[in-house]
Nanobody
Framework: QVHLVESGGGLVQPGGSLRLSCAAS????????MGWYRQAPGKQREWVAT???????NYADSVRGRFTISRGNTKNTVFLQMNSLKPEDTAVYYC???????????????WGQGTQVTVSS
């Protein structure tokens, strides 16, 4: 079993910064891609950023230039540095990992429980 746990969310004023963390644990054999998604009230979940095992990154247009995704030294962690935050960034942020577990023959997607980010003055 694989568990992803997000942390680092909170309340911040417009223009402020937050750094989200996601840690994957369990019987992990390999992690291919990790990413961040977010879901605002009444809206569908949307993709924010992804990073591959070779640290190739992609960003949604709405966050490009403001957010930075990175992976930790163990590669079982992923971070999202959020700068110049706007009220429209308010959402629950979820971590997703495309992970192969020990003994498994295929890749599976795993999701964390989410962490709340609120941008308000």
């Amino acid at each position: 079993q694989v568990h992803l746990v997000e942390s680092g969310g909170g309340l911040v004023q417009p223009g402020g910064s937050l750094r989200l963390s996601c840690a994957a644990s369990g019987t992990i054999f390999s992690i291919n891609v990790m990413g961040w998604y977010r879901q605002a009230p009444g809206k569908q979940r949307e993709w924010v950023a992804t990073i591959t095992s070779y640290e190739y990154t992609n960003y949604a247009d709405s966050v490009r230039g403001r957010f930075t995704i990175s992976r930790g030294n163990t590669k079982n962690t992923v971070f999202l540095q959020m700068n110049s935050l706007k009220p429209e960034d308010t959402a629950v942020y979820y971590c997703k990992g495309t992970i192969k577990t020990v003994g498994a023959g295929r890749w599976n997607d795993y999701w964390g429980q989410g962490t709340q980010v609120t941008v308000s003055s």
